[in-house]
């Protein structure tokens, strides 16, 4: 019969031959080319000890960002909420009282700010949806958590670091990606 | 006055051999399940438990910890009785094997000559076969007080499994035994300790011989008692905990006692290859004899790997093509190489004259 495609492998259903009935052989020959892979490099990588190296784009856990004097950049406009494909983000914006310019950039800011991390898709949009720069993707990932609740990350898990009280694990949370303008 | 003249340092030399092999031998087995993770992980290229110490070298210590912890279960519609006793008769048979085997020459302590063999009897491979054949109990005892109809089908299959196979592996060593002309482990180990090993006189019944261990250890490719693709968990399905572990432990055991056996009647035993044994005893003095272990383990050891790195390659035996290779392949082949080995024994009796 034509095949449709030329991909088409015949079944073999020659007898076996003698050497084939006897097994051994056969036997033999697969254990030479298993002993050839007891040999070869293993490609493991030893997790906490060794990390997998990352492109400077990964996408890992969310970071809500400061800017340079520390004031919190996010003005909960929802624009990442409404982005997400996931809804995985909530929040609640409050407006800005005197005396906390020190605190928030603009008049009105995210009194609350949620992320269920296990909805997430970790896909960026949020990032890309946010005009103030406020929310991007850091390299931090695999977090784990004893219960459900624990994976709803509020503002507190989320802040950047202060950049000016503690610089070192500013620039930790940032990475190694490009500082944002 | 008889308790006088009883021979106190022989029992005191006895309970002390004997007690160092059971403890070497559990701690071998303890150490064989590490690598047999070890060589299924390199042969699929993982590097398997490395966390538990140095290169995951206290993981059986871990894993013999969670199996204690583990909650006992037995069922209530189980024979309570036999329920226990199998695991421990499958522990029992394979330990009781190790008493004739001849782990290595002999050591001089204060002045007296004491062999490293717990007992010489002359009709050493006949109690080996006695007792590895008693094996099969463990298995049908336990699969069958689960009162669980998989593990009733997993102990039948092991049970014809291992008395078909044990025809052969009978069979094989027939033809060994009329060459060496005794039926002493001791023995057979001394007259291969000029280099001439069994093995190269009979390299069939060599290679029956370890087909059939393969079966006798219900090892791939001749697993089918506990091929849980259909039978879930085989015989040990209901049990929990260190009853489990017993009959892990038990297989395994079994492993290094076959590797020990195969070793001595085929590779020549504690011989240490192209080194004249008699004359390092001069030098060495009791060294030698510790040097013999050594060796013997070594080859061991090298079995075991051979038996490990054949699980890891060969799928699972159909249930009747196990009995086809058993009963129409091995038996032939072994009573063919009885017959060849009688022929050409009787021949160089008779000095090569017809």
Known sequence: MQSLTNRVKPVDRKPMTFLEKIYLWEIAKGMMITIKHFFRRKPT???????????????????????EQGRERCTACGLCAVACPAEAITMEAAERKKGEEHLYREEKYAARYEINMLRCIFCGLCEEACPKDAIYLSQTFTPSNLTRAQFIYKKDDLLIPDPNKDPELYAKALGDRKKPQ | MVLLSFDWFLIIEKAILISIVIVASLVIAMYETWGERKVAAFIQDRIGPDRAGFGGILQPLADGMKLFMKEEIIPNSSNKFLFVMGPGLAMLTAMMTSAVIPWGGHLEIMGRTVPLQIADI???????FGVVSLGVYGVMIGGWASNNKFSLM???????????????????????????????????????????????????????????????????????????????????????????????FAEYVNMFISCVIMATLFFGGYDIPFVNDAHLYEIWG?????????????????????????RWTVPRFRYDQLMNLGWKGLIPLALANMVITAVVALLKYNNWHF
Request: charged share 15%; proline share 3%; hydrophobic share 50%.
């Open chain 2, 286 to 310: 009791n060294w030698a004899a510790l040097a013999q272990v050594v060796m013997l383990m070594a080859k061991v050891i090298f079995g075991i790997f051979v038996f490990m790195w054949i």
């Open chain 2, 154 to 248: 997993a102990a039948l299959r092991g049970a014809s499994q291992m008395i078909s196979y044990e025809l052969a592996m009978g069979l094989s060593l027939i033809a060994l035994l009329m060459l060496t002309g005794t039926l002493s482990l001791r023995t057979i180990v001394e007259q291969q300790s000029t280099g001439h090993w069994n093995i190269w006189y009979q390299p069939l019944g060599f290679i029956i011989f370890f087909v059939c261990a393969l079966a006798e250890c219900n090892r791939t490719p001749f697993d089918l008692p506990e091929a849980e693709s259909e039978l879930n968990f085989g015989y040990h399905q209901e049990y929990s905990s260190m009853k489990l572990g017993f009959y892990l």
């Open chain 1, 45 to 67: 990588i030893k997790y906490p000890e060794e990390k997998r190296e990352f492109s400077s784009v990964f996408r890992g856990l969310h970071i809500l960002n400061r800017d």
């Open chain 2, 122 to 128: 002359n009709i050493g491979i006949l109690y080996v």
